[in-house]
């Protein structure tokens, strides 16, 4: 039902966004938000939760069957994400509860990170520059710091959604080999891309560059383990900015470290953060970056703004802009 102008609908806001979001929510509803930088504790959340219409939240609020529990008026959620792996999507669904969430407006700014990543890895970019600038780089030398090229490569996906298609398209200004990609289902932009569709074991048998891009859920759950690695070419180099679980990480450093594999560079790991003393960082063939894939303040703008125009929509009976069909 539509609110009257005296009713207004009430909201919360999981972590501090930018001015316009607050100020789409705040023309039509009565908004409460966590005014901290670290993410909502459980216990202020469930407090929460249990007033509101909506709910405007990120990947690191767990909307699990206790906290639902709680939500008795709860019409919308809203992720600031296009993952939505943090989502019981099963309960909500069971509520009748609307999901909202930022699919598009973040694929070029997440492509070209994922693009930054593979380059920094396989090029050993952070390697290379802390050896300068702790007083390794004593000359010019043939074969220092060398890394492994994309010209004549075949480069593999795992998942070939909007992310990874972006990728692709990218990618072929190197003049790689050939483009190869594992999914669920045939993707009908593959012929533009000049991608071929290939089981899971042709992909770990025939990629130099193994790029992850598809979305986290049972079946794609630590896919990435020590049997995969050991079908990958010894000279592979594994790219993830997908989502950290995908990846069966204490096999990744085994691989690492054994050399199974030549390298790898994760945007997204498990747990994040990842504890500064864990054994990745210490690994000179391992780039690790902390989950920036969608990083462009226009980007996050774009994301944060239709996180609450999704909300506003539910809670007006219109259409959202962009609804998770469940
Ligand atoms: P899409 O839904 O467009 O693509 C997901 C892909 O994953 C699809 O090709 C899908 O295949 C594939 N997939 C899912 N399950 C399986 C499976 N079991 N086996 C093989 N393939 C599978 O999503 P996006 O490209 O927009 O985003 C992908 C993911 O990237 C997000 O879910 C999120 O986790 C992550 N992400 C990370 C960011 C970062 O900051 N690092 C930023 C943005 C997103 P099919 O279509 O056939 O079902
Ligand atoms: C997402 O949207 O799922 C990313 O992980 C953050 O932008």
Avoid at 17 to 38: F, N, P, Q, R, Y
Avoid at 86 to 95: G, S, T, V
Avoid at 293 to 319: F, H, P, W, Y
Wanted: hydrophobic residues 40%; aromatic residues 6%.
């Amino acid at each position: 039902q539509r609110y009257s102008s005296m009713i207004r609908p009430k909201v919360y806001v999981t972590r501090i966004v930018d001015d316009e979001a607050m100020d789409i929510l705040k023309k039509h509803c009565d908004v409460t938000a966590w005014s901290g930088t670290d993410p909502v504790p459980p216990a202020e959340l469930e407090k929460n939760i249990a007033q509101v219409d909506g709910l405007f939240c990120v990947l690191t609020d767990k909307i699990n069957k206790k906290l639902l529990g709680m939500a008795k008026n709860l019409k919308v959620i809203s992720t600031m994400s296009v993952g939505y792996d943090h989502l019981d999507i099963n309960e909500i669904k069971k509520r009748g509860i609307r999901v909202g969430y930022t699919p598009d407006i973040l694929t070029d700014s997440t492509a070209e990170l994922t693009i930054g990543l593979l380059l920094a890895t396989s090029r050993r970019l952070i390697e290379a520059n802390t050896a300068a600038k702790v007083g390794h780089w004593q000359t010019w030398s043939p074969f220092w710091m060398c890394g492994i090229g994309l010209k004549n490569a075949t480069v593999g996906f795992f998942g070939f959604g909007r992310i990874g298609q972006e990728i692709a398209r990218r990618l072929k200004t190197f003049k790689i080999k050939e483009i190869l990609y594992t999914s669920r289902s045939a993707k009908k932009e593959a012929e533009e891309i000049g991608a071929s569709k290939v089981n899971f074991n042709d992909l770990l048998k025939h990629s130099d560059f193994l790029i992850v891009a598809c979305s986290f859920n049972e079946d794609t759950k630590e896919i990435f383990n020590m049997n995969a690695f050991r079908n990958m070419k010894k000279n592979a180099v594994l790219i993830n900015s997908s989502r950290g679980g995908v990846v069966k990480q204490d096999d990744l450093v085994k691989a690492l470290e054994e050399k199974v594999i030549w390298g790898a560079g994760l945007d997204v790991t498990t747990p994040e953060p990842l504890p500064p003393n864990h054994v990745l960082f210490k690994l000179d063939n391992c780039v690790i970056l902390p989950h920036i894939g969608s990083a462009t303040t226009d980007c996050r703008k774009e994301m944060s703004a239709l996180t609450a125009n999704n909300i506003v929509a539910v809670l007006n009976n219109q259409q959202m802009p962009s609804e998770l069909h469940l």
